[in-house]
Every structure is written in structure tokens, then in C-alpha cells.
């Protein structure tokens, strides 16, 4: 834990959450030579989780955090996609041309990152309750559960989707669209009969998507209009299987057997979040030398398999810019909160336009939208992202 109640520690960075992006901002400190911290509030390393698809703006990023060479031996690289329409007999087939794209399982991604750290980096059971300004330095200062507090020169929030550090920045709540995902990993000991191609295959108002991981873990899931009745099945994992199994019944023999024999560990279900890109837009992302990163930041969809590759270019932005700053002696506030502000510019209008990108796709999908505002979505869609895979070329740059 933290400490004695009332105690103060004092420390330079301090990350909240050792999530992907909480440790992956960890380590593009570390590589620039700047001490850190991560608090996580587990009492162990949460590698616990499905999947996650990793794209070219991804990797470069992993490259530049030096792990990228180590994760490709986790998994294939994602040859191909297909769309399958199958109450219109309609399939579309598009080989993966704009770069490398993997799916890797979560706990290999964070494992590999916490791995690559020093040893004493992340302090588990931690877990912070407020945030607050000290009047006389004007750093922040964070309270923990147990009564003590960690002063440090800069605080970085990674606390994901219902972040305590972004309530702090007084950012807009969060918003639900009326969508469900369920995920899940299948084992195949035998290995699965499956091209590596990410395929997703629509019925009615069911998505079903499947990747694979490497020749015998497949990645899939199960987009569907939210229903009050995924909160109850959302609380046991064999009640999610069996609710999934029904939902994919008249797709084809391979998904039903796919969900009928999923690793009950890996499966979850979450009604999809989102914060809105005007928010995104208008959003304060820094008070004093406080700010965000990944989810904490800009929580999007996953209909264009982002969220990840995202976090990973603001740990090397945020890191890259706060460098110089930190590495001065003294520390001069003043510019410690310009280097955030540089950090904020460079990534307001890349998160925008992905959280533009998901948004409309939310609203395509969405059952409850009316077919004006689908065609005025398909409209934008075709004047603004033509390309669809285009924010895939984005390169975070060097650290």
C-alpha cells in the first residue's frame, strides 16, 4: 500500500494504471532515461482479457518502444479481411495492403511491456481516491486508499474509460451507445481450419468477428443492439456463453461450434463506450501538470480496431515531449505545462478524427438510428474517411 495515513511521498511522473497504455507511457519513460511510477489498483498485474488488434500505426509505435520484434512472435500477421453479408448472400474479400496487423492476445501485450520494465516501476494496490492541486507548488498531489498521499511534479492518468484523473480534468462523462460486445477466445488443439484473415459476418442485427491469433487461438465477437438482459448475463461467464450461443444460431456451423467451445475465462461483455468527439474537440486535457492518456483520453468503439494502436502513439507523443523538460534540473513547472499542451495539440486532431471515424460507424450500426440520419452518416463517411483503413499510415514519430 501507500503508506501512513497523512504520509507524503514525493515522486516525479506518476502513471494511474498499469493497462496497456499506463505501462507502455511507463516504458517510453524508462527509454528516455526518466524515472516514473505506475499505481495500480489490482493487487497483481491485470493480464487478465481477450484480444487486441494491433495496426501499422501500432507497431510503430511498439518498435520505437523496442518490444515489437518480441510480440510478433506471439502471433500471425492478419493476411486478408472479408465482410459477409448473410442475409444477402454477399461477401466481400480485400487482401491487408496498408502494412502489418496482428492480433495479440492481451495479457502477451501486457506482460511484454511490464517485463520490459524495471522491476519496482509498478506498485500494485494502489489505488487512488482523489486528485487535488498543492496550493503552495501548484503540482498535483494524489490521495490513496489508505489515507497517504504521492506528490509529483507531473501526474498522468491511464485509468481507463471511468477515469478518477479525467473527473479531475472536469472532462464530459463518458457516453454508451446502444450496442453490446461480447469477446472470447476459442482453443483449437488441433489447430483451427481458419485462413488468417479478419472476418466479420453479419445476420439480422448480429455482427460476428473472428481473427486469428496463431494456428490455434482464435479471437471472435459478438456485436448485437444492447438488451437489459446483457447486465444479468454480463455477470457469469456461462451465462455469457450460453446468451452468445443463442445469439449465433443460424450463422454458420463453424461460429456455433466456435462460442460452444470458447475458453470460459477469456469471455466478457461490455456495452460499448464512448467519449464524443465534440467533447474530444472542446475537452481541457490538462489542469496544472495533470493529464490523460489511451481510454482515459478519448474511450472510442472498436469498430475500427484503434483503441490500442491509439494509446500507444500518445505514450510516445506525451513521453517525447515531456523529455527535455524532465530531464532539466530544476524542474520548471511552467514548462512541464507547455510541453503537456505541445502533447495535447499534436494528438487533439488524430483523436477527433478517429473518434469522428467510430462515431458514424456507431450510429450505421446502431438499430434505434433513423435512416435519415444513416444516409447523412454515409454521407459524411464518404466525404471525410473515403479511405477507410487511411488512419493506419499515421506515424507517432521517433521518441
Not at 194 to 213: C, K, L, T, Y
Not at 238 to 247: D, S
Not at 351 to 367: C, F, K, R
Not at 373 to 387: D, E, G, H, T, Y
Request: charged share 20%.
Amino acid at each position: 500500500m501507500g503508506g501512513a495515513e497523512g504520509e507524503v511521498k514525493q515522486e516525479e511522473i506518476v502513471i494511474v494504471g498499469a493497462g496497456i497504455c499506463g505501462l507502455a507511457t511507463a516504458l517510453a519513460f524508462h527509454r528516455k532515461g526518466i524515472r516514473c511510477i505506475v499505481l495500480e489498483r489490482a493487487e497483481s498485474l491485470r493480464s487478465s482479457g481477450v484480444a487486441i488488434t494491433i495496426l501499422p500505426n501500432g507497431w510503430r509505435a511498439l518498435h520505437q518502444l523496442n518490444v515489437a520484434s518480441i510480440l510478433r512472435k506471439t502471433a500471425c500477421p492478419i493476411l486478408g479481411t472479408k465482410d459477409i453479408w448473410l442475409d444477402k448472400n454477399k461477401q466481400k474479400d480485400m487482401p491487408f495492403i496498408s502494412g502489418e496487423a496482428r492480433c495479440l492476445k492481451r495479457s502477451d501485450l501486457i506482460d511484454t511491456l511490464y517485463h520490459a520494465l524495471p522491476p519496482d516501476v509498478v506498485k500494485f494496490g494502489h489505488q487512488i481516491i482523489s486528485v487535488k492541486l498543492d496550493p503552495q507548488t501548484s503540482y498535483p498531489m494524489v490521495q490513496l486508499q489508505d489515507g497517504s498521499f504521492i506528490a509529483a511534479k507531473v501526474l498522468i492518468g491511464c485509468d481507463g474509460a471511468k477515469s478518477t484523473v479525467a473527473d479531475f480534468l472536469e472532462l464530459k462523462p463518458t457516453k454508451l451507445f446502444d450496442l453490446c460486445s461480447i469477446r472470447g477466445l476459442t482453443n483449437y488443439p488441433n489447430c483451427h481450419p481458419f485462413a488468417h484473415d479478419s472476418v466479420r459476418m453479419r445476420r439480422n442485427n448480429v455482427s460476428v468477428g473472428r481473427i486469428p491469433i496463431d494456428s490455434k487461438l482464435v479471437y471472435w465477437f459478438v456485436a448485437h443492439p444492447w438488451m437489459q438482459a446483457d447486465n444479468i448475463a454480463s455477470l457469469d461467464t456461462e451465462l455469457i456463453r450460453q446468451y452468445t450461443f443463442n445469439l449465433v444460431k443460424g450463422f454458420p456451423k463453424d461460429v456455433v461450434e466456435m462460442v460452444k467451445n470458447s475458453d470460459l475465462d477469456s469471455l466478457c461483455s461490455t456495452r460499448i463506450r464512448y467519449r464524443a468527439p465534440w467533447d474530444l474537440l472542446l475537452g481541457s486535457f490538462r489542469k496544472g501538470t495533470v493529464t490523460v492518456a489511451g481510454d482515459a483520453m478519448h474511450v472510442m468503439g472498436p469498430y475500427l480496431g484503434q483503441g490500442g494502436s491509439v494509446g500507444l502513439e500518445d505514450a510516445i507523443v506525451l513521453a517525447r515531449n515531456l523529455a527535455k523538460t524532465m530531464s532539466s534540473t530544476p524542474t520548471d513547472p511552467t514548462n512541464v505545462k507547455e510541453a503537456i499542451d505541445h502533447y495535447v495539440k499534436e494528438r487533439r486532431m488524430r483523436i477527433v478524427q478517429l473518434s469522428t471515424q467510430t462515431y458514424l460507424t456507431g450510429l450505421l450500426i446502431a438499430e434505434s438510428t433513423s435512416l435519415l440520419v444513416k444516409f447523412a452518416c454515409i454521407v459524411l463517411m464518404v466525404i471525410l474517411f473515403r479511405k477507410a483503413s487511411g488512419q493506419t499510415k499515421y506515424d507517432c514519430g521517433t521518441l
